[in-house]
């Protein structure tokens, strides 16, 4: 017998789910082929040269990227304007931390993730989670900042060579860097979350609802049951 869905995601953060994964793909694969210093290079030399060779050159390749971020910045931005509730609603949640049960929760997730339960004793279960748990939280705050220094950078970077004159080299400079290091944290990350919501088996529903806007009742209860409860005590106080 199926299970009862819950609705958990509207088709606006669906589309703005896969839309930044997508713009994000497109972003790293033009981006690690910018790299024309062999000694810096992550990647070999050998990528960025066939990148290069596909678009017709590096000029052609860095108009790609800069192109591509725009598009991106301006999705992100078009969302906020047309769901401004939804993004309030994502930032509060990723943002309000329980020390008193987030903390815990991801120090034994971290536990049983790398050595199992057995550790733990009878203190193995995890606590009770929101809309997020703080593995999600923790994800989602480094991908605002470093989506907002990304964006901020990326500007800078764009207009270093158009608008900005030789007092603003050290900006350019600090810009370069930092923009190079969020990238990595946020791509950090980004491998976990695929993890944990594509190929880790009991985070298999949440991976499906970025699909369907839907989630069973009792992975609901088991994963998320402070939001699961909040919704049964809404439908229960509307019936």
Known sequence: MSQKQLKRHDRSDIFIHWFNA????LLLITGLALFSNPEIDPVGSGYPAFVRSLVGGGGNLLLIHVTLGFIWAGGLLLYIMINLKGALFFLKEVFVVSPARDIPWIIKKMVIMTVGPKPL???AKLPDQGYYNMGQKAFAQASVVGCIVIVV??????LSDRTLGAEATA???WSVTLHYLAVGLVFA???VHIYMAAISPEERP???SMFTGHVPEGYAKHHHKIWYDKVKSDSGSES
Not at 22 to 25: E, F
Not at 153 to 158: L, P, R, V
């Open 189 to 191: 990350g980004l491998l």
């Open 171 to 173: 900006l350019v400079s």
């Open 22 to 25: 997508v713009c994000w793909l």
């Open 153 to 158: 950078t990326g500007i800078i970077m764009f």
């Open 121 to 123: 004793g009878d203190n």
């Open 206 to 208: 949440g991976f499906l």
